[in-house]
């Protein structure tokens, strides 16, 4: 075994570099691909200022041992901002991703949105309590979401629809990160020590272009901009016709597992 092949294994800090998992001069290039049938997208809109987040939080943590992770669901977790007026600001929130839950409440008819909120396939999903498992494949046929990279940063993206009339795609990736946490110290949740999985660092939307039977296209995931502990995934989901609903969703883990502090 190669002394850099070691140092990859070594859990590490993740600063801001030009490569966001450790990788080496010879290493094969990082591919996820989807089935046919689709595979569903997980979002939760949650926040450390919302008392009432912690339980939902924790049912997406124990989605992190199950061996169809990723096969079979893809989840994420946005951390909305309208929380942090309490006097504690959630250091992993953003405006983007309380405007993408208003977009979503808009499309539905919703006057209100709210946390913890679970959304499954682009509708608003409320079956999470007592359920041991997430929502598992599709009996729908949508196509093959296949992304791949060389360094983790620049990624080539194919999809192939299942059937025709598609008039447009766009890709959307989600850098994710796991086994992080935070000490509240003040809004409803002070004095608590709150544990995430599946944050949402990064959120990057690019338009697909359709060459004969499938759309192709890149995308870039930016440098962090500080250092972070914590397990890197990525998420990437295919929306089409200007509809915000994933057709299909693929993801992986970029970087060995790390012991939660």
């Given at each position: 075994?190669s002394?850099?092949f070691?140092?990859?294994?070594?859990?590490?800090?993740?600063?801001?570099?030009?490569?966001?998992?450790c990788?080496?001069?010879?290493?094969?290039?990082?591919q996820?691909?989807?089935?046919?049938?689709?595979?569903?997208?997980?979002?939760?809109?949650?926040?450390?200022?919302?008392?009432?987040?912690?339980?939902?939080?924790?049912?997406?943590?124990?989605?992190?041992?199950?061996?169809?992770l990723?096969?079979?669901?893809?989840?994420?977790?946005?951390?909305?901002?309208?929380?942090?007026?309490?006097?504690?600001?959630?250091?992993?929130?953003s405006?983007?991703?309380?405007?993408?839950?208003r977009?979503?409440?808009?499309?539905?008819?919703?006057?209100?949105?709210?946390?913890?909120?679970?959304?499954?396939?682009?509708?608003?999903?409320?079956?999470?309590?007592?359920?041991r498992?997430?929502?598992?494949?599709?009996?729908?046929?949508?196509?093959?979401?296949?992304?791949?990279?060389?360094?983790?940063?620049?990624?080539?993206?194919?999809?192939i629809?299942?059937a025709?009339?598609?008039?447009?795609?766009?890709?959307?990736?989600a850098?994710?990160?796991s086994?992080?946490?935070?000490?509240?110290?003040?809004?409803?949740?002070?004095?608590?020590?709150?544990?995430?999985?599946?944050?949402?660092?990064?959120?990057i939307?690019?338009?697909?272009?359709?060459?004969n039977?499938?759309?192709?296209?890149?995308?870039?995931?930016?440098?962090l901009?500080?250092?972070?502990?914590?397990?890197?995934?990525?998420?990437?989901?295919?929306?089409?016709?200007?509809?915000?609903?994933?057709?299909?969703?693929?993801?992986?883990?970029?970087?060995p597992?790390?012991?939660?502090?």
């Amino acid at each position: 075994m190669s002394r850099e092949f070691e140092e990859c294994m070594i859990p590490v800090r993740y600063m801001i570099l030009g490569m966001l998992a450790c990788v080496t001069a010879d290493a094969a290039s990082i591919q996820f691909q989807s089935p046919e049938r689709q595979v569903p997208l997980l979002e939760l809109y949650t926040s450390e200022g919302c008392s009432s987040c912690p339980p939902a939080e924790s049912w997406l943590s124990g989605l992190k041992e199950k061996p169809d992770l990723w096969s079979e669901f893809v989840p994420v977790a946005f951390h909305v901002d309208y929380w942090n007026y309490l006097g504690w600001r959630d250091k992993w929130s953003s405006k983007q991703y309380s405007d993408r839950q208003r977009h979503y409440a808009g499309l539905w008819g919703s006057e209100n949105i709210y946390t913890p909120e679970f959304v499954l396939n682009g509708q608003e999903w409320r079956n999470w309590l007592g359920l041991r498992g997430a929502p598992g494949l599709s009996a729908t046929r949508t196509g093959i979401l296949n992304v791949t990279s060389g360094d983790t940063n620049h990624w080539d993206v194919s999809f192939i629809p299942a059937a025709g009339g598609t008039a447009g795609c766009e890709v959307n990736a989600a850098l994710l990160i796991s086994g992080v946490g935070s000490d509240v110290k003040a809004g409803e949740n002070t004095g608590h020590h709150l544990k995430h999985d599946f944050v949402v660092l990064k959120l990057i939307s690019q338009p697909l272009v359709r060459e004969n039977d499938r759309f192709r296209g890149t995308f870039v995931l930016p440098a962090l901009e500080k250092k972070l502990d914590g397990r890197l995934a990525l998420a990437v989901w295919a929306t089409c016709n200007v509809r915000p609903e994933p057709v299909q969703a693929v993801g992986g883990w970029l970087a060995p597992s790390e012991k939660t502090k």
